[in-house]
């Protein structure tokens, strides 16, 4: 897909054209005037007929009958003009980006409100490689889509054909699909099967985003891992021939400064979790493919970094095992050390993440981070407290805190805090060890928090329980189901926050 900015008037010459409107300019919006004569009076008609007013999430098509040049028109509702913001119209550019897909465009124009602002030009793109997100990559014959979206044009009411994209306005648009293009790949990463993206398979992948974009990129592989004394990732690895890996890319501005800060993410990488010996039932078990979403966006994301080249260092580290039962899998009661030295009663072989994510944030911080940020489809729980479309968010420090919820907020990703009990810290005792990696049922995804932030020492920390957000069984506003990059987006506008 390729976006640029175009016009986006009544002559446009595209498939399909997409207006986004506000309730209280609906009546006098001169796009929809200019639209409308050139209809013949048709739009304004099918305004009234549909009862459309422009709140939020409304939509209206129409049919040109070829007389203007884009075959359909669409007006997606925004609600009220003062309430539009970021968020509000990245979904609506996702609308125009699935409405495409559907009517197998393409070409599609989307016209944009405010002519002066080109962060608008940014979320737009975002939002419309968002929302033509599809996954293809098994299908054949029938079913494989006939068209793709291949071009789209972003303008703004009132632009006209000849209209130069200034380099401000240019580099807004490929900020944007930076930011997508990683969350799509993340997608990719999530909704690939098992039994194609393997460990080693998504530690090559690796390879090849960082020798693409200029980073640095380090591999462990399994005797490295041993070799290193990551016990714990060794440990939920070695049940399974497809074995564990342990991914290190990062990036570094060019220019020296003395103030950048270091942040590093670090994402728990299952490419399965079957349970391993403590088996899960087989309801349920596929979506398990999906267990590697934190190093899915944890990697996926430092494509857009290498891209936006923000004045922050930046590491991604994945753990990636598969979780499998085998005659060489790790079993309750077994007794491991780790990288950072503590020994670690296994109870539950399911409660895999916070193994390998012990030895990945324990690596994490002998890079002395200012924040280290972990992400992980870490417990069931969560998605019980939380719901499906909202992470578990936990942090050992009040302004990175403040600092990470802000940017959810204005990414548009829910997170909420939740508290690190102290009192829970009891159920992980352990006779035999210096830690049972479980506790009680009850507050399961704070006790795995609680596990977490043993391995962290006094790095400044924070743990996103993304069980529920990151693969969803329905489409959302951006996303359609299955894997959705959720976080990701975050990411970038938290980096963002500590440039300069
Ligand atoms: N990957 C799962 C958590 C999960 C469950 C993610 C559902 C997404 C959807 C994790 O490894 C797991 O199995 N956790 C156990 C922990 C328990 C054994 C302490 C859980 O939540 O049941
Ligand atoms: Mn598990
Ligand atoms: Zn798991």
Redesign the pocket.
């Known amino acids: 897909m390729k976006i640029a900015l175009g016009s986006v008037g009544a002559s446009a010459t595209t498939d399909l054209l997409t207006v986004l409107v506000t309730e209280d300019q609906l009546d006098k919006d001169a796009l929809v005037n200019e639209l409308d004569e050139a209809l013949g009076g048709a739009l304004r008609i099918a305004i009234s007929d549909e009862d459309f007013t422009g709140k939020k999430d409304s939509v209206l098509v129409l049919s040109t009958a070829r007389k203007i040049t884009p075959k359909k028109v669409q007006l997606v509702g925004l609600g009220a003009s003062s309430k539009v913001g970021e968020i509000e119209l990245r979904a609506a550019a996702a609308r125009a980006g699935r409405w495409a897909n559907a009517e197998k465009a393409a070409s599609l124009s989307i016209a944009l409100r405010n002519k002066d602002d080109h962060a608008q030009l940014r979320t737009a793109a975002e939002g419309v490689i968002l929302g033509a997100y599809r996954f293809t990559r098994y299908l054949t014959g029938e079913r494989r889509p006939k068209k793709e979206l291949e071009r789209v044009h972003l303008g703004f009411h009132g632009t006209k054909e000849s209209a130069k994209a200034s380099a401000e306005q240019k580099k807004a648009i490929a900020r944007g699909e930076a930011v997508a293009l990683a969350v799509t790949a993340a997608r990719d990463f999530v909704n690939d099967p098992p039994n194609e993206l393997t460990p080693a398979r998504l530690a090559e992948s690796a390879q090849k985003l960082a020798a693409e974009h200029g980073l640095d990129a380090k591999i462990l592989d399994f005797a490295g891992i041993r070799k290193a004394g990551m016990k714990l990732l060794e440990a939920v690895g070695r049940g399974s021939r497809n074995e564990p890996r342990l991914i290190h890319l990062s990036y570094k501005p060019e220019k020296a400064r003395k103030s950048r800060k270091r942040v590093v993410f670090v994402g728990?990488g299952?490419t399965f979790?079957s349970?391993g010996l403590?088996i899960?039932p087989a309801q349920?078990m596929g979506?398990?493919k999906?267990?590697m979403a934190g190093a899915a966006i944890t990697v996926a994301l430092m494509a857009a970094v290498a891209r936006l080249a923000p004045d922050v260092e930046v590491h991604a580290i994945a753990a990636a095992a598969e979780?499998m039962p085998d005659g060489d899998a790790y079993r309750p009661g077994d007794v491991f050390g780790s990288l950072d030295g503590k020994t670690v009663e296994i109870?539950?072989t399911?409660?895999?993440?916070r193994l390998v994510l012990a030895d990945a944030l324990a690596y994490a911080r002998k890079l002395e981070p200012d924040y280290l940020i972990d992400h992980a489809?870490?417990?069931?729980?969560?998605?019980i407290a939380l719901g499906t479309q909202t992470a578990g968010f936990y942090a050992n420090d009040d302004k990175l805190a403040e600092l990470y919820l802000d940017a959810a907020r204005g990414a548009g990703e829910s997170l909420w805090r939740m508290p690190l009990l102290d009192e829970l810290r009891d159920s992980l005792k352990s006779d035999v060890a210096d830690m049972k990696h479980?506790g009680d049922?009850y507050g399961?995804?704070i006790?795995?928090a609680l596990f977490l932030r043993e391995f962290v020492g006094d790095a400044k920390w924070a743990h996103l329980d993304i069980?529920?957000p990151?693969?969803l069984d329905r489409p959302s506003a951006l996303s359609p189901k299955g894997g959705t990059g959720f976080g990701l987006l975050t990411m970038v506008r938290f980096l963002e926050a500590l440039e300069g």
Do not use: P, Q
Not at 350 to 353: K, L
């Open positions: 728990k299952l979790d349970g403590c899960k349920g979506d398990m999906s267990d979780n109870i539950n399911d409660a895999e993440g489809t870490l417990t069931g729980a969560c998605l479980t049922r399961g995804s006790t795995a069980a529920g990151a693969y």
